[in-house]
């Protein structure tokens, strides 16, 4: 591998790694006091809880039933609870940065690379055979499940837990996930691929505006010639416009000469363009290199995701902050893999997702291709979608860069969080604050 190469695995980096060398990132999710810096940590970044069923084991205390549907068993002596607590910070990072993808045997690397190196030559048809191949032993061999997949709120959940119980206090003040009256969040977004796409965002639009909604449009700056009057239109319709590459052409992450260029271009048409948001093409993502990212927010990491050309996932289903950019990622089953690869209906997927990150309270961050509305058992899909979402009433809808701005201030808005006996296991409880 070339040094500097970003094609190698999701969570891949150039420099080494210390356990735990890293932000407090569910200290930072709940904006709690930070914890004494001289408890350790005994993990390594690539080590992730293996759940025994829907069970963790992380001590021999109380079980917490975490809102994601996994069981999670508590330290049982105050004296384990510091550690624990840094070692459910050390898991978060393993799964937000992907770290654990890069612990595991076997790269795609090559694979990756010989894939775009011969893209322009192949087939649409030919590729999309390809990917469909080696789907299902993409689906069997990942870490984290798909669609859904409950670790990263189980590792959240408990850290709040552990310091509940460690704390001599009844309930905690912690900064609220979205607006009071809402229960989670949602944002459309639509990446542009091609000049077919282009064509049919008008009727995109309309569909979404006779629903009440409005979203996110992400065009490519060089792939195909953007109408700028269309963008200005959806503009001035209260839709977002972002940026979704340079080229789309699977480059922008092969060295860091390269990612240095676009980088620069992607300046340029943040400015020309007035946008804030920007999502990587094919989701393509580097963990220490995506803060330099010269945008407002990103949305480039699927939570979980074996069908991306790189798989694997955050796992959040909630808006997190890589430097200054607030990264919200993709939490529904993206179209393209239901609609291209898998070649089976999306609105069942999409319903389950929607059901679970409510109850979650997470992000339900939905990418749906205006290039792939080509027929009308699909149009009809989506139309069922924003129904299930204009249904659910205490759902916060917002065009993305709403819920980056919400997120960088949600720190003054704050609820109160208990711990209730619900049968046999331990629940939180959340509770309106007034800061």
Known sequence: MAEGDLTEEPGSSTRPSSPCAHKAHLQELWDLPALDSRSEAILSPGELPRPAGELIQIGNGNSLASSGGTLVRLPGRLEDSQRCLRNL?????????????????????WMLRAYYALRPLVPRRFQLMLRRFYAKSRAAKAVLRW??????????????????????????????????GYRAGATLTHD???????SKCRD?????????FRSS?????????VDIALMEELRARGFEIGLHGIKHDGKKFSSRRVFDQRVRR?????????VEGFRSPATHRRWDWMPELPFAYDSSYPDTDPFE?????????WPFRLGDLVELPITMPQDHTSWEI???PALGLWRSKVDWLVRCGGLINIVVHPDYLNNSTRWNEYEAFLDVIRATTDVWVQVPKAIARWWRERTQHRELVTLQQVGDNLCLVFGHLTA
């Open 204 to 212: 995109v639009a309309a569909l979404e505006e006779s629903k009440g």
């Open 217 to 225: 449009f992400n065009f490519v700056a060089e792939r195909y010639r």
């Open 342 to 344: 898998l070649r089976q």
């Open 309 to 317: 050309p790189l798989p694997g996932g955050c796992g959040s289903p």
């Open 266 to 274: 992607l300046a340029h048409y943040r400015d020309a363009w007035g």
């Open 147 to 180: 669609p859904i997949d409950g670790l990263y709120v189980a590792l959240a959940e408990a850290y709040l837990a552990v310091r509940l119980e460690s704390s001599e206090r009844s309930a905690l003040s912690v900064a609220r996930r979205w607006p009071v």
């Open 89 to 109: 910070e050390c898991w978060a990072y393993a799964l937000l940065s992907e770290s654990y993808m890069r612990a595991r045997p076997g790269s795609p690397t």
């Open 192 to 198: 542009v691929e091609g000049a077919v796409g282009q």
